[in-house]
């Protein structure tokens, strides 16, 4: 199963997510600091969507 990582914080939604065995596509977070963790934390793949403001969505 495939998700997208609305609101998505520094990625814990994620990490339970994957380790349930779905795949992440892609995620949304305005807090640069947050993002920053969410990307050192996580294998962001080359292509995956991103979104820094919901409201674009």
């Not at 998700?3 to 994620?14: K, W």
């Not at 292509?47 to 820094?52: A, D, I, Q, T």
């Amino acid at each position: 199963m495939y998700f997208l990582d609305f609101f998505a914080g520094i990625g814990l939604f994620r990490l339970g997510l994957e380790q349930a065995g779905w795949t992440c596509k892609g995620h949304c977070e305005i807090d640069k600091y947050a993002n920053m963790s969410y990307q050192a934390m996580h294998r962001i793949k080359e292509g995956e969507w991103f979104e820094e403001d919901i409201t674009k969505v």
